[in-house]
Every structure is written in C-alpha cells, then in structure tokens.
C-alpha cells in the first residue's frame, strides 16, 4: 500500500518523533559533499496557490540531497484547464517518484491522492498544513528541547494552521490553547476527530487570548485572511482584530516564551512588529527548518529511512 503523508493524523506520536530526529541529522549533514539519500528521487510538486516557503524548500532541499523537483503551477499544467485530478494524479504519478500538492479544497488533494501510484504529500489545503506543523515541531525540540511538556498558545483565526495544531496536540499530548472568535473557530470535525485519537488531549478552545496565552512557552498565530478568503478580508480583520499578538499580551506568558508564525506575516495585523522582530522569534529558524523536516518525510515515504539515513 502506498504511504501518503495527507494529515498529521497520518502518523502516529512515534513517527513524528522520529521524523523530527532525522530532521535535525538532515540539518547537520545536508552540506556534506557525499550525502545523497535522494539521490536519483523526483519530486512534482503542484501549486494551485502561491508559496514562497513550501517551494523553496522543498525544491532547494531535494536538489542538495541528490534529488531533483519540478514546479507545476496549474497555471502552466492541463489541470488548470480542465484536466481531472484524477487523471492528473495518474498521469502525473507516470513521471515521478513522489509528489506535493497545494490546493484548495482538501477533498481534491484526498482525491489525487487516491489516484496518485506514488506518494502524496499535503503541501496545505484549506484545511490543513502539516508540513509546517512537522517543521515547527522541530522547532520547538530545538528550542526547548521537548515537545510533549508544553504549553502552545495558538491566537487568531482557526484556519488550516490551527486545525493542524489540533492534530498534533492530540497525538504528541502537549498542551495546547486555541484562542479564536466563536466565528472563526477551528474545524468541527477536526476537534472531534482529535479526541477520538486521544480522548485525554489537553487541548482547550476559548475566545479569550490572554487566558490561552496565559504561561505558554510558544505564541503561534498566523494571518486572518487565508489564501482563498480574499472575499472576506475585511469581515475577518473585524472580528480578528482584538487576537493581535502584542505587547500587552504576551505579558502573560512565560518569560523566556517563543513567538512563531509560519509566514507570511502582516505586520501590525496579527501581529506586532516589535514581537515578531523581537529575540523571543524564533520565525527564520522556523521556515529554515521546513526544508529538514520535508526531507525527513520524503525519506520515509519512499523508504528510504531504512537504509541507514
Ligand atoms: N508557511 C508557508 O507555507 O509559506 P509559503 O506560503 O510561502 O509556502
Ligand atoms: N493560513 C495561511 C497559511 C499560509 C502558509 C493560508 O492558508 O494562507
């Protein structure tokens, strides 16, 4: 059976600490001249929105391994004109060995998935982005030196950023404190489905910010506007406006608390810019670790991890 990596909930607590061990020996290693665990691995990867980050990383991190990528805007491909995902996925999959996708609904990535005769990668959907989830977690191990004891606040709209959290807390078993409107909490069924993998998770919903943030060792928010909401722009600035990370809230945190966000960041909008500029931020290491940690799953994905990697 192909491995795909759609969900967090795809994983289990074991496996993503394991990725987050070979992550950080990817990191140490991907500048020696002889480490090519990719070495001959194609990687497509499928754009249906813009990226900055997930492009680069993925790409720059395949090519330093002995691999290579190739970029597939669905401006350029047939399926921005028509073709099905499911044709896509078959016929794209002839090509190469593994593939990322970002799209819109997450329905079409669970579809190309389906169809797809490689491994699938969730590069972000509207509903969520675990890539960068693994990548912060690698963060944080590298920060604190733990991930399961603790405290994450999560602050603004309750998008794909923050249902991936949701998963994570429910496997890995760290606290987690969702701050949003009620009308822009996280996704249903998503909350459900993560105290059905744990029905101990410590994972509290509330719409007030200075008590999720209330001694957390990591402040985590993202835009208010996600990719694809453009529409609602101004309706969600209104309701978010009173979530912005700032001085006066991280005042509630722990002292030598860590700011995160995984980017782009809107200045003076979810966030200040004195605290995302400041030495609690931790966001450059952050995106710089998304190239290690997607490595660590194409490497497992494909198999590669038994060889000694
Ligand atoms: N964080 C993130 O996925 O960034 P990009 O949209 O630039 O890829
Ligand atoms: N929630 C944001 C994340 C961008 C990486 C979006 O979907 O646009």
Same mark, same amino acid.
């Given at each position: 059976?192909?491995?795909?990596?759609l969900?967090?909930?795809?994983?289990?607590?074991?496996?993503?600490?394991?990725?987050i061990?070979?992550?950080?020996?990817?990191?140490?290693?991907?500048?020696?001249?002889?480490?090519?665990?990719?070495?001959?691995?194609?990687?497509?990867?499928?754009?249906?929105?813009?990226?900055?980050?997930?492009?680069?990383?993925?790409?720059?991190?395949?090519?330093?391994?002995?691999?290579d990528?190739?970029?597939?805007?669905?401006?350029?491909?047939?399926?921005?004109?028509?073709?099905?995902?499911?044709?896509?996925?078959?016929?794209?999959?002839?090509?190469?060995?593994?593939?990322?996708?970002?799209?819109?609904?997450?329905?079409r990535?669970?579809?190309?998935?389906?169809?797809?005769?490689?491994? +699938?990668?969730?590069?972000?959907?509207?509903?969520?982005?675990?890539?960068?989830?693994?990548?912060?977690?690698?963060?944080?191990?590298?920060?604190?030196?733990?991930?399961?004891?603790i405290?994450?606040a999560?602050?603004?709209?309750?998008?794909?950023?923050?249902?991936?959290?949701?998963?994570?807390?429910?496997?890995?078993?760290?606290?987690?404190?969702?701050?949003?409107?009620?009308?822009?909490?996280p996704?249903?069924?998503? +909350?459900?489905?993560?105290?059905k993998?744990?029905?101990?998770?410590?994972?509290?919903?509330?719409?007030?910010?200075k008590?999720?943030?209330?001694?957390?060792?990591?402040?985590?928010?993202?835009?208010?506007?996600?990719?694809?909401?453009?529409?609602?722009?101004?309706?969600?600035?209104?309701?978010?406006?009173?979530?912005?990370?700032?001085?006066?809230?991280?005042?509630?945190?722990?002292?030598?608390?860590?700011?995160?966000?995984?980017?782009?960041?809107?200045?003076?909008?979810?966030?200040?810019?004195?605290i995302?500029?400041?030495?609690?931020?931790?966001?450059?290491?952050?995106?710089?670790?998304?190239?290690?940690?997607?490595?660590?799953?194409?490497?497992?994905?494909?198999?590669?991890?038994?060889?000694?990697?």
């Open positions: 059976m192909i491995r795909h990596c969900s967090l909930k795809d994983l289990t607590k074991q496996e993503i600490i394991e990725l061990e070979v992550a950080g020996n990817i990191k140490k290693r991907i500048n020696e001249i002889n480490y090519k665990p990719l070495d001959g691995v194609i990687l497509g990867m499928i754009f249906e929105k813009s990226s900055t980050r997930t492009r680069l990383s993925f790409e720059a991190g395949m090519k330093k391994l002995g691999g990528a190739i970029f597939l805007s669905s401006r350029d491909i047939q399926l921005g004109r028509g073709e099905t995902i499911e044709d896509s996925a078959k016929v794209i999959s002839r090509y190469v060995d593994i593939i990322m996708i970002r799209t819109f609904e997450h329905q990535l669970i579809k190309f998935a389906e169809h797809s005769t490689v491994p +699938v990668i969730n590069a972000l959907t509207d509903l969520l982005h675990p890539c960068q989830v693994l990548a912060d977690l690698f963060t944080i191990k590298e920060k604190r030196g733990d991930i399961e004891h405290k994450v999560f602050v603004g709209d309750g998008n794909n950023m923050a249902n991936s959290w949701i998963y994570a807390a429910a496997l890995v078993g760290f606290e987690l404190n969702i701050a949003t409107p009620v009308d822009c909490a996704n249903g069924r998503v +909350v459900y489905d993560a105290f993998i744990n029905p101990y998770a410590k994972i509290t919903l509330t719409d007030n910010p008590e999720a943030v209330k001694d957390a060792d990591v402040i985590y928010t993202d835009v208010w506007a996600s990719m694809g909401e453009e529409a609602q722009k101004e309706k969600k600035h209104e309701l978010l406006k009173s979530y912005q990370v700032n001085k006066e809230l991280v005042s509630y945190a722990k002292d030598d608390y860590i700011f995160m966000h995984c980017l782009p960041a809107h200045r003076e909008e979810e966030v200040e810019a004195d995302i500029d400041s030495k609690h931020s931790v966001v450059w290491d952050e995106a710089e670790n998304r190239t290690y940690a997607q490595l660590a799953v194409i490497m497992k994905l494909i198999g590669r991890l038994n060889d000694g990697y």
